[in-house]
């Protein structure tokens, strides 16, 4: 041991010696060792809850843009006074000139009520072209299912081919399931604006043939959005030969406040301009409060861990002060004798956080397995889409935020061994072996 202590090297190895000895209790330090296991347990907790909530958060903010993005466009060009856009197609193509723009998708839109033998829902009915219906990729999925295909070749991939020509509609799987529809059913759609009359304004009632089924994954478009050809919207809503609005889908969408000036020069004065960032400032302000509020309320988790490691390292200095003096006579330094214990009380904190790490990452990799697993064992559904909009618990981790859930569960626990280690050094040698 002399000869050990003669080596005055930071992190010398008899401080390693010593500081991975006292992390082995024996039975009359078994209380010590019992907090420093709960210690390990409340930072391994805390770091793996914090990395999996964050995750989720994430997941949350990434397929909800996704989804309201890939249906409500990054941008929506709407005429002041509400009147249908008249010369829409050649406002369109001046539109898909700018630099950044993507897609310009003109459409009619309109509340109306889908009625069948079943059920009666409220649906927003929007009228689109082909080619841009074929555009929407969130809609041109494995789960789309169409009685539209080409003769003599039953078994090819559904497509939407022909749906212009079809006189047709095509549904969200929700809203199918509602209405007990399949392809080839019935649908009635009831708009309450229709034709004047001598009694009055009377509602407009038409049947549609359902020839194609999507669905997105979000609920509140699954259950709730029907989409027909262009100009049978223009006729069923009487909107002449124009259209409610145009989307504009743009390269860089958390950059489309850039392109807003130059998009009210090609419209003009007369055109409003409204941005996503706009139409879902408030939801998405509300997720990033949420998420940073749910952040610190779990970072409590690796607080209180680290007092536990506090309170463990202080009762181990008082145990161990007649070892302390000992060490202290036989030449070992107070900064080495700081090291020993800051070591100690680093090594459960390195350990815990390592292993929450594993298990966050874990975790939150396989949540939608979870889930499923979850849901069977107990025979509830844990994530109604009806409440949260999206079909399955989504989780996206992010390296750079999971670095710093990380980072900060080190540096916790790394200061809450330098009051006890402190301690241990200014620890009086002749006081620790006066009664001895």
Known sequence: MAK???????????????????????????FISVISIFSFLGITLGVATLIVVMAVMNGFRTELLDKILGFGGHATIVANDRSPIAGF????????????????????EGQALASSSYNNTGVLVRGIREADLKRISGLNNDKLATAIHNPGTPDQ???????????GIAVGRGLADHHLLGLGSTLTIVAPEGPDTVLGNAP????????????????????GLIYMPLADAQEYFSSEEGVSAIDLTVDRPEHIAGI??????????????????????TFFTALAVERNVMFLILALIILVAAFNV???LIMLVKDKSHDIAILRTMGATRSA????????GAAIGVAGTI???????????????????????????????????????????DSSQTAWVVGMALVLSFSATLYPSWRAARLDPVEALRYE
């Open 204 to 223: 407009r009632i038409r049947d549609f043939t359902v020839v194609a089924i999507f669905e997105i994954g979000m609920s509140i478009y699954d259950d």
């Open 337 to 344: 004798v700081q090291r020993v214990f800051f070591m100690t």
């Open 355 to 397: 292993a929450g790490l594993i298990l966050g990452v874990l975790f939150a990799a396989n949540i939608a397995h979870l889930q499923r697993w979850v849901e069977a064992a107990t025979g509830t559904n844990v994530f109604p889409r009806e409440l949260y909009y999206l079909t399955q618990l989504p989780a996206d981790l």
């Open 260 to 281: 807003v000036p130059q998009i009210s020069d090609v419209i003009g004065p007369s055109y409003t301009v409204t941005t996503w960032q706009q139409r879902n400032q």
């Open 89 to 108: 197609d050649d406002m369109t193509s001046r539109l898909s000139k700018i630099a950044g723009v993507r897609l310009a998708i003109p459409y009619v």
């Open 310 to 312: 506090i309170s463990g």
């Open 4 to 30: 050990m202590l003669s080596d005055t090297r930071p992190f010398a190895r008899f401080e390693w010696m010593l500081a991975m000895r006292y992390l082995r209790s024996k039975r009359r330090e078994g």
């Open 157 to 167: 991939r559904p497509s939407l081919d022909g749906f212009e020509k079809s006189n």
